[in-house]
């Protein structure tokens, strides 16, 4: 099951979504690179990725926090979180809508 959250753009229209996934599918869920995860791991990541191009959304980015002292943004930390029932560390990946790959 996936944690969700909206993220409602400037106009309060919400055109972004947050999914809490594996810290270690990062590489493969915004560049591509599936060399650090076995067949089954890719598998299950790729079903996700599937998941949501159904339901119109691709996955950009991790979530950001912005740090005023320096004006950067930098990745958010990693947390403790469950999935698939295993405790793992994870974190907030943000989903842009692409209304052209909505299925649902």
Known sequence: MLTTRHRPDRTGHARSLEVDLPA??????????????DADELEEARQVVDYLAFSGYRIVDVARNYDPETDCY???????????????????????????????
């Open 24 to 37: 270690y599918w990062a590489s493969y869920l915004i560049n591509g690179d599936a060399s650090g995860l």
């Open 74 to 104: 930098d990745a958010a930390d990693p947390f403790c979180g469950r999935y698939d029932g295993l405790l793992t560390e994870m974190l907030h990946y943000v989903c842009d809508h692409h209304p052209e790959l909505d299925q649902s």
